[in-house]
């Protein structure tokens, strides 16, 4: 699904380095209110005695160092200027923001992210699962496999009754047996928390801070696999990082032959863009 | 509203992009007195989560586990055992102890070319370089 909603770029680094910007902002401000009133402004801030005119157009700011996810600006000086969305790579041109935001149309999106939530898990890395799974639609699969995050039959009742285990809070309103399953709100529960045991597992491996990518690894290779993946130099081949993997399971896997983790990788991120470069793991 | 208030809490967890460059780490030199090993676990085995194999901090099973071990494991050469566990380096680059029976000398299936160089990485870790030929 694409969604066009209008909203900056980098959603979820750029807000936190504005509320800053805005707390040091409003902070500089009250304490020039409090100055001026004691008469302690200096003379060049006091206010003119007589109204002054401008000459010509104020200068206008050219941007020099572009800031990483920030709308990019052409600047004609003295023509009115426009700005236009930043692309923060990925060829679908999905962002991590763009994972999360499909996730979020459905009406079982915003429970979905605050279940990951609840387990620890980046509400982006569960919404990543899902795009790449089925595009965030409920649908059934081959075999027992079936949802919007397409888990198989024994590994979501796992990973539900660990959840469950972890937070029995999360146990009020699912859908109870396999049922579950096509009910994305309950998944949702299962699949965050695969999400957290595959990075448990990187971790364990010496992954400090597994990333969506890392545990899509963990997801499609398994652990010794996925371990050996997060700490690929991206030139190798696949079949090189996976020595235990056939040609033919690598094909079935969609990976070429000669196929390098760089390449791998890339694929993997435009599909779901800079969502691929979360942690998994929050709080 | 709502991809806002996410948007929002999701700063306020501190959860931060890292670039897709981060991912890109690559072999700088080889590490001198290591060797490449394989798990020798089936292709089945390795996709089972069940069927990892534990690093430990000595060579005894009752030792306690740093981790598991990943598909490739850089072992010291020449090969040293000691109590049937082969001493290895983890990734973290502490010594580790795993199960001699549990590894192989390392050939790639997918692709019998490849061969495997235990590496210091660009970010000073320990690794992999997987030249061809």
Sequence with gaps: MSVTRSRPAAPDAAPLRRCRDFRTGFATGATAAVAIVLGLAPASARADAAPVTMSGVPQQVIPVYPEPGAPSFSVAPGQPTTGSAGSTG?????????????????????????????????????????????GCQNVAGSGSVAGAFQMTAPTYSASLTAALAQDPGLATGITQGLAGQMDPATESIAAAEYLYQGAQSLQSAGIDNPTVLDVRGYYNFGPANGAALAQADASATMASVMPGVSAATLAANGIAAGETVGQWRAGVAAKIGNAAGQPVLVG | MKVIATAAALAALGILAQPAEAQGIHAVRPLAGYACMMLNLTEQQLMDASARVPARTAPDAASPAVGWAAATVAVRGPFHVVNGFAEA???????????????????SDGDPAARCVPSEMSNGKPGFAYPRG
């Design chain 2, 89 to 107: 380096l983890f990734p973290s680059g502490a010594t580790v102890w795993i199960e001699s029976a549990k590894l192989r000398p390392y050939r």
């Design chain 1, 90 to 134: 990925g060829s679908s041109g999905a962002d991590g923001g763009s994972a999360l935001d499909t996730m979020l149309t459905q009406s079982w999106g915003d429970t979905a992210a605050s279940n990951a939530t609840a387990l620890g898990v980046n509400p982006s890395a569960l919404a990543a699962t899902c795009v790449i799974e089925s």
